[in-house]
């Protein structure tokens, strides 16, 4: 079974953002970027079904600049086969990443995507419910366990009531929630051999692909800043200023 | 402009978030209609027609909609939206999993996760974790919106309730089936509906430990939170992670035990009235958010806090 998974490049999650002055954006220049952390786990799954013989073949997609050859690149080194980057320098919004991975999906004729469950950057939570809705596949979101049994996956999905069973009929698109697995750190020996492992580069024109960003962004400033707190001496004086100066309990 | 909520229920009741997404439609527009479709479901539709604002439900029964697949409620609302200039769910698992598919269905691009409404096309929402705000404003036909709890208070009761319309279920897509839940039952509130909250993190150290948070939490009839390292511990099952890919939570008191304060933690609690944190680490970032901080093992600080309230 042939696998798609998607590895989106984000500013790295333990980095603190900066709102631009002008209000245009956050600043990306010269920050420390990374594998968003909920691709990885969705690379990371995809390699242990290889590992497992449910799967023969990973192909990993990014969407946008140059440097997603990098992120793509580490995914061939945690186990990918091949990489799929379609570049462009706009922002592409959730529509257009299920419009741009359906043309590949279509191309490549996986049985199974596995996407990360949102990008740590925009926290849409979209695209992979998208592409399930553009190929009228059915949906995991948030799986924290996935079964290939025939031409079913049984999944378990994480919902706010606790945990929810599903069977999806093959071929599927599953969004990989935190507990689904801990990704492998990449080795050396296999960052050298993912160096030639093939990256092939396609444009969204050439996949007949109209990625212009349906939503403006008007502006993007900083949220209110919370007053500063104070420090409590012991557990005597927290109630006090509980009961007293907050009135909370 | 006319909008309809897509209602959250468990076929008896509401969850809580339906309440404020029907808030939020009001800043859209004022001829609102709410969809409650499910399996059995027309409890919870009679407590949707009694929320302040809402002109009409739309209630569709089948056993098909019996654990709310999104294939089946998307192929329900497509050709439902050609009547509404909106489409609005609460920004919980549930309109997480669906909203997107129905926008994709409808070639609109969602607006996720709302935190203000502007105006009619132009909403606030946060991104980076709660460390931006970005104002956006759509150009499609219908708006799909998803609405984050915290921003919008809950719609009151009405006097007299809206007229309950039932309407003709889709055909069964045949995708996908729902094999049941697993959940905990607790008589706690739920986490994004209480008043107060105490939450534990790596600190706690173990699923046992995590009784001396519950103790505290029973005292003040609080819910009990996790960050994202106790429930990748085990500590606690997934339900109860506040954060930034968990809950979003904001209540008037959110008491942070153990917990350091990662980026993604905070983004989920932030905007909480007032927050205590107690932590053995004079240097953890949890302070910088906290009203009032107390750097104490929380073995000796949460059992003596306990025995004081």
């Known amino acids: ?237 927290l109630v006090a200023k509980l009961k007293n100066e907050a009135k909370v309990i | 402009m006319a909008v309809l909520v897509i209602a959250e229920h468990d076929g008896k009741q509401l969850k809580p978030g339906t309440a404020n997404a029907v808030t939020a439609a009001g800043k859209m527009g004022s001829d609102i209609a709410v969809l409650v479709a499910g399996h059995q479901c027309a409890a919870a539709a009679e407590a949707a027609a009694r929320l302040a604002g809402v002109k009409k439900i739309l209630l569709c029964e089948a056993p098909h909609y019996e654990g709310l697949l999104a294939e089946n409620l998307a192929a329900l609302i497509e050709p439902l939206a050609a009547g509404y200039t909106h489409l609005v769910a609460p920004a919980t698992g549930f309109g997480k999993n669906l909203m997107p598919r129905v926008a994709a269905l409808l070639d609109v691009q969602q607006i996720s996760d709302i935190s203000a409404v502007e105006s009619p096309d132009t909403f606030v929402r946060p991104i980076y974790a709660g460390n931006a705000l970005a104002t956006v404003q759509s150009g499609d036909r219908i708006k799909v919106v998803t609405v984050r709890a915290t921003g919008f208070d809950a719609a009151g009761e009405s006097a007299a309730a809206a007229p309950i319309e039932k309407i003709s279920p889709a055909t069964d897509a045949g995708l996908s089936k729902f094999n049941g839940q697993e959940v905990q039952k607790s008589d706690r509130p739920e986490l994004t509906a209480a008043r107060v909250i105490v939450s534990g993190g790596r600190g706690v150290g173990s699923a046992e430990n995590f009784r001396l948070i519950e103790a505290l939490a029973d005292k003040l009839g609080a819910a009990v939170g996790a960050s994202r390292a106790a429930v990748d511990s085990g500590f606690k099952p997934n339900e109860f992670q506040v954060g930034q890919t968990g809950k979003i939570v904001a209540p008037e008191l959110y008491i942070a035990v153990g917990i350091s304060g990662a980026i993604q933690h905070l983004a989920g609690m932030k905007d909480s009235k007032v927050i205590v944190a107690i932590n053995k680490d004079a240097e953890a970032p949890i302070f910088a958010v906290a009203n009032y901080w107390l750097v104490e093992d929380l073995f000796k600080a949460v059992p003596e806090l306990t025995k004081e309230l």
């Open chain 1, 1 to 237: 079974m042939k696998v798609l998974v998607t590895v989106k490049r984000v500013v790295d999650p333990q980095v603190k953002v900066r709102v631009k002055s002008d209000g245009s954006g956050v600043e990306t220049a010269n920050i420390k970027m990374a594998m968003n952390p909920f691709c990885e786990i969705a690379v990371e799954q995809a390699v242990r079904m290889k590992e497992a013989g449910i799967v023969t073949e990973i192909v990993a997609v990014s969407i946008g600049v140059p440097q997603c050859q990098e992120t793509l690149r580490t995914a061939m080194a945690m186990g990918a086969d091949r990489g799929v980057l379609v570049e462009t320098a706009v922002d592409v919004q959730p529509l257009g990443v299920a419009k741009v991975l359906k043309a590949i999906v279509e191309k490549e004729s996986p049985r199974l995507v596995i996407m990360g469950k949102q990008g740590v950057d925009d926290d849409n939570n979209q695209s992979g419910q998208m592409l399930a809705a553009l190929l009228n596949w059915p949906q995991g979101a948030f799986i924290s366990a996935i079964a290939i049994n025939g031409d079913h996956a049984d999944c378990v999905r994480e919902v706010d009531a606790g945990l929810e069973k599903l069977t999806l009929k093959l071929p599927a698109v599953v969004t990989a929630d935190l507990r689904l697995n801990e990704p492998r750190y990449v080795t050396l020996p296999n960052i050298m051999k993912a160096k030639k492992k093939p990256l092939e580069i396609v444009k969204p024109e050439a996949l007949g692909v109209d990625v212009t960003p349906r939503l403006k962004i008007l502006k993007v400033r900083e949220p209110p800043k919370r007053g500063a707190g104070v420090k409590v001496a012991d557990v005597k004086e």
